[in-house]
C-alpha cells in the first residue's frame, strides 16, 4: 500500500520525511536502541577496566597513607 504525499512545497519536502503508518513506526520501533545500548556498555567496560588498572598497578603498590 504506497503512502501518499500529503501536498506540500516542493522545498519542504526536501527536508521532511514521508509519512509512515502508526504500525510501521511501531514495528521498526520495537527493539529500541541495542547499537546505542552496545556502544554505551563498551565505553562502560572500558572506563571500569581503566580504573582496575589504575587501582591495581598505582594505588595498591604505594600502600596505605599515613
Known sequence: MPT???DVPPRARQSAALPIEVQQAAKDLADGPKGAMIVAGIAVGILFLGWL????FLFLP?????
Open 4 to 6: 501518499q504525499v500529503p
Open 53 to 56: 588498572a589504575f587501582y591495581f
Open 62 to 66: 604505594r600502600g596505605s597513607i599515613g
